[in-house]
């Protein structure tokens, strides 16, 4: 993993690829999200120290599926991913069945 610099994290997290391998959707969500995360002015604020205690398992079930090996990393992810959250899902699910059915879509 690349350290995170203080001037720009939107890099820092990033999974490490061979040449052959493919990315997984998670690993390729990872630069979206980190992305939006600098956008929002999240990742070029002050830092603040936090100590954890988390399951192992949890960890490096965490660690495997994103490709992400530094903790630090991992965490800053997952904190982004939540933070930069626009609710989609649910309003997709609200909005099931709204479409007016003379509509015509071209299909």
Known sequence: MVAVPA???SDAVTA??????RPTPIERMIPAIMDRAA???L???ET???GARLPVR???QAKR????GSTNDLLAFALANVAVDDD??????RARGTLDPDLDIGV
């Open 43 to 45: 990742l070029n604020a």
């Open 88 to 93: 989609f899902a649910a309003v997709f699910a």
């Open 65 to 68: 599926r994103t490709g992400i």
């Open 58 to 60: 949890l960890l490096e």
């Open 48 to 50: 603040h120290q936090v």
């Open 7 to 9: 001037d720009d994290r």
């Open 16 to 21: 490490p690829r061979t040449a052959e391998a």
């Open 39 to 41: 956008e929002m002015g």
